[in-house]
């Protein structure tokens, strides 16, 4: 899906499409450019950002990533030593990082005002990372091209509620309403995962890439009193 986004972006194919629909043809390159060759900047190498490093490649982009933790780069990918040397080399810069203390509005004015004049911000992680007011300023001045959303800092409970936000109407910005996981074959996985995890915690204690607790890791032990120590040291566990 941030594939397809980019593409999205880079040809400014949500307003063509708008457009069409409206019937005013509107055939232009002005704005329109290529991905291939272009470098785009992945924050968070995890299980995604690292997958969409090797898709990326594949059509020809350049691809650096930024991670507070060392990972092995896939392919020609580059790791940056810090945040803002991936933001100032990006074209396409996209978020994947969950959602923590630190990650709490991380992509703010002074953050966004680092990125190249034209380039593009996708979020398809956590809806607290992006200060919207702050990306709005960026779009309405020109100093971004666009923007892709999947996620927002407040979202409807339900598909009946209204949404609204100071993005809409803005040009060359794509909004989709939390979907990124919304396929049938990402919702079978989830279940399997989730019953995963369930009997992995029940086992063994491993709260292994579980997104409301802490990250504990654990291999099968004789001595299960040792487990449950740390549990009793674990806020929220049992």
């Excluded at 810069?93 to 630190?102: K, S, W």
């Excluded at 992509?107 to 956590?126: D, F, T, V």
């Excluded at 609204?164 to 995962?193: C, R, W, Y």
Aim: glycine share 10%; proline share 4%; net charge positive.
């Amino acid at each position: 899906m941030i594939i397809a986004q980019i593409i999205n972006l880079a040809r400014q194919l949500g307003d063509r499409n708008k457009e069409m629909h409206q019937g005013v043809w509107t055939k232009t390159a002005k704005g329109c450019y290529e991905i291939r060759g272009k470098t785009l900047g992945i924050v968070g190498y995890g299980h995604i950002g690292s997958q969409l490093s090797v898709m990326a490649e594949a059509l020809g982009m350049q691809v650096a990533f930024y991670d507070i933790i060392a990972k092995l780069p896939l392919g020609n990918s580059k790791s940056t030593h810090d945040l803002e040397s991936l933001l100032k080399r990006s074209d396409f810069v996209t978020l994947h990082v969950p959602e923590t203390p630190e990650t709490k509005e991380m992509i703010g004015a002074h953050q966004l005002s680092l990125m190249k004049k034209g380039s593009y911000l996708l979020n398809a992680s956590r809806g607290t990372v992006v200060q919207i007011p702050a990306l709005v300023n960026a779009l309405r001045s020109g100093h971004l091209g666009g923007a892709y959303l999947d996620v927002y800092p407040e979202e409807p409970e339900k598909n009946t509620n209204q949404f609204h936000i100071d993005l809409q109407g803005l040009k060359n910005v794509l909004m989709t309403p939390h979907v990124g996981g919304s396929t049938e074959e990402a919702q079978a996985n989830i279940g399997l995962e989730v019953a995963r995890k369930l009997i992995n915690f029940t086992n063994t204690g491993s709260t292994d890439a579980v997104c409301n607790l802490p990250d504990i890791s654990l291999a099968p032990r004789r001595n299960s009193h040792r487990i449950l120590n740390i549990h009793k040291n674990v806020p929220g566990v049992l």
